[in-house]
């Protein structure tokens, strides 16, 4: 049950793109679709804005979107907004437990 | 309108005991399975244990099995983390959260604080 690979921070400024990884194993991201991901604002609990990969949930901006290839798995935000400064974790599903990556900080310059 | 409204959590001693609650509405709960999420001061999320709808299903992570255990009470709405042994390194904010393949609704969490 290790935890998936995030780099701790990003930055960027206002309306350029961003891409987060998420690097795992063959156990969690390499074998399942069930890899989402999680914004979190300081003091509030996350919101999932990707799942299975590259689903948006209904209300989630179009300028979030996922992929994956082999055990590596990314969320892209173009159009960077001040809003989106958060922290955002990923998650994959294992086998009978899940595992959360440790979160990376975006910073909107 | 899905909610999810935890408590029970307060400062405790290491070695003692505590007992979590997660309050649902606005949802058919019977058909859900929810999830414990625990994220510690200034670090990331981390997955505690999930059951499933008819509680047949019960999985813990590696550092709570065998001190913590998953309950509900489908009749009441309500899932509950019992944990025992409470250690230092259990301090967080405890969430429950919803699964449906990934985790769709979440409470807003309840904290844990394990110190002596």
């Known amino acids: 049950q290790s935890a998936l690979t995030q780099p701790a921070s990003v930055s960027a400024s206002l309306g350029q793109s961003i891409t987060i990884s998420c690097t795992g194993t063959?156990?969690?991201?390499?074998?399942?679709?069930?890899v989402s991901w999680y914004q979190q604002h300081p003091g509030k609990a996350p919101k999932v804005m990707i799942y299975?990969?590259?689903r948006r949930p209904s209300g989630v901006s179009n300028r979030f979107s996922g992929s994956k290839s082999g055990n590596t798995a990314s969320l892209t935000i173009s159009g960077l907004q001040a809003e989106d400064e958060a922290d955002y974790h990923c998650c994959s599903y294992a086998t009978n437990f899940w595992v959360f990556g440790g979160g990376t900080k975006v910073t909107v310059l | 309108e899905v909610q999810l409204v935890e408590s029970g959590g307060r400062l405790v001693k290491p070695g003692g005991s505590l007992r979590l609650s997660c309050a649902a509405s606005?949802?058919?709960?019977?058909?859900?399975?929810i999830n414990w999420v625990r994220q510690a001061p200034g670090k990331g999320l981390e997955w505690v244990s999930s059951?499933?709808?008819?509680?047949?299903?019960?999985y813990y992570a590696y550092s709570v099995r065998g001190r913590f255990t998953i309950s509900r009470d489908n009749a009441k709405n309500s899932v509950y983390l019992q944990m025992d042994s409470l250690r230092v390194e259990d301090t967080a904010v405890y969430y429950c959260?919803?699964?449906?393949?990934?985790?769709?609704?979440w409470g807003q969490g309840t904290l844990v604080t394990v110190s002596s």
């Open positions: 959260a919803r699964e449906v393949g990934n985790f769709d609704y």
């Open positions: 059951i499933s709808s008819s509680s047949s299903y019960i």
């Open positions: 063959s156990s969690d991201v390499g074998t399942y679709n069930l």
């Open positions: 299975e990969v590259n």
């Open positions: 606005g949802f058919p709960f019977i058909s859900y399975s």
